[in-house]
């Protein structure tokens, strides 16, 4: 079967950006974030959904790109690595990551990050055996896991501090106008 | 790795579903992809379509009938995992489905696709043996059932037939007894290396009024290890017994043997987790 005879238009929400790319049924998730929207942040380790390098959110739950086809994404909101903060305005887990130094090389990390938004996201107050349990599906080579744990952890503390914040300031508001 | 070239549509309907599948010669149905997108990868399979029954919204319920639970092809393994009626009713399927893969494969991998790719390390199959499960086909000729005893064929194979959609599974949720799964996981993919899945029931003695046992990762399909129930039944699960009893589990099978695992050492995890699985659901029961 000729691959060009089964070329479509996807729209692909990525990072809140909706992209428009033609794209063959077996394009892989990770390949197109990568070589056609240029969003190398992630990374193909082992490609056969073990590693978890090329782990990026599909509507808010962590997912491997390496097993994921394009065109299961469209109408699903896609976040990478690029879409959870930028410098300056890092996002928890990075300014985790940073404070706590959870990397060594690197290269797993935009994977890990992505797997511990997602696990974030299923649990405010993780414990640490929570924690390991969700970094399950990512593997790092250097750091041993044990700065990644604090990072993840560190993160759930400014999440929680933040949102704290947000609901006293709204209180503070609310008290204002009454 | 990629694929070889294939079409790819998306179903709507069950009905929508089976109409495509019958319009295409080598169509097969994709909804989480994490058992068939891997062996696409790498070649083993290539179907000329994909359809996708992800968004089939009457595949993605789990609900309570009586004395079943009715699984939705569709549920994810995170959602089986966290589901409070599976939790409560089916206590070591939430538990097997909370082992499954890891975090991200949980959250695509579903359970009509875990059942019909039979992966003979997939966690899965030994719980609908360990249940009894009941697997609710639909095909051109109509809704067909398997008892779960008659739908593992071999390796990869199911009674399933190519014209059919696996749309649910039915679980008797047991009225006595407990039951656990314990697993040694690969430590790279999360599939079992031995996976046991056990149940038992006894009276105020102690004394075993029913049991059965489950195993996956070891033969060439999950299968019940009757020997290891036999030896048991009717009896009081002494240390020792249970001891001489685990070491039956790969009595009816050929164990599997790879890089990971010889055989032998298969055969003898398999003893140890038989037995640590047995232990688990007694001291469960006990309490």
């Known amino acids: 079967m000729a691959g060009k005879a089964l070329k479509r238009m996807v729209k692909l929400d990525v990072n809140g950006t909706c992209y428009e790319r033609e794209l063959e049924p077996r394009d892989l998730l990770v390949h197109v974030l990568r070589d056609e929207l240029g969003l190398t942040g992630t990374h193909i380790g082992c490609d056969t959904s073990q590693c978890g390098a090329c782990t990026v959110l599909v509507d808010g739950e962590a997912v491997k790109s390496c097993t994921m086809l394009a065109v299961q994404a469209e109408g699903c909101s896609v976040t990478t690595v690029e879409g959870l903060g930028k410098m300056g305005a890092l996002h928890p887990i990075q300014e985790g990551f940073w404070e706590e130094h959870g990397l060594q090389c690197g290269f797993c990390t935009p994977g890990v990050m992505m797997a511990a938004v997602g696990l974030l996201a299923q649990y405010r107050e993780p414990t640490e055996e929570q924690i390991r349990e969700g970094l399950e599906g990512v593997m790092c080579r250097c750091t041993g896991y044990q700065n990644i744990v604090r990072a993840v952890a560190n993160a759930a503390e400014r999440i929680k501090a933040t949102e704290s914040a947000e609901i006293q300031a709204a209180v503070a508001h609310v008290g204002e106008r009454s | ?287």
Not at chain 2, 12 to 18: G, I, P
Not at chain 2, 53 to 72: A, C, K, W
Not at chain 2, 79 to 98: F, M, R, S, W
Request: aromatic share 6%.
């Open chain 2, 1 to 287: 790795m990629i694929p070889s070239a294939f079409d790819y549509r998306r179903a709507s309907s069950v009905e929508e579903a089976l109409s495509l599948l019958q319009s295409t010669e080598d169509a097969k149905f994709v909804a989480g992809g994490h058992s068939l997108l891997p062996l696409m990868k790498m070649r083993f399979a290539s179907p000329g379509m994909l359809i996708d029954i992800r968004s089939i919204q009457e595949l993605q319920s789990i609900r309570r009938d009586g004395n079943r639970v009715v699984i939705g092809a569709l549920c994810t393994h995170r959602h089986i995992a966290n589901d409070e009626t599976i939790v409560q009713a089916l206590p070591a399927l939430a538990e097997a489905a909370g082992r499954v893969g890891d975090l991200q494969v949980r959250n695509r991998g579903t359970i009509g696709g875990n059942l019909a790719h039979a992966d003979p390390a997939s966690d899965l199959p030994a719980l609908a043996l360990l249940y009894g499960a009941t697997i609710h086909a639909e095909g051109p000729d109509g809704p067909e059932d398997y008892p779960v005893e008659e739908f593992f064929l071999g390796p990869m194979t199911t009674a399933l037939r190519p014209t059919q959609l696996l749309r649910s599974v039915s679980f008797p949720v047991p009225d006595r007894g407990s039951e656990v799964y314990e697993k040694f996981a690969h430590p790279a993919s999360g599939y079992a290396v031995v996976g046991v899945a056990a149940w038992v029931a006894t009276d105020a003695g102690g004394i075993i009024q029913d049991i059965r046992v489950a195993l996956n990762g070891v033969g060439y399909c999950a299968y019940r290890a009757t020997s290891v129930e036999q030896a048991l039944f009717g009896r009081e699960a002494t240390e020792e017994l249970l001891e001489k009893a685990s070491h039956l589990a790969t009595e009816e099978v050929e164990v599997l043997e790879d890089v990971f695992a010889s055989e032998n050492y298969r055969r003898h995890v398999a003893a140890v987790f038989t037995r640590r699985a047995i232990r688990r659901a007694l001291d469960k029961a006990t309490r």
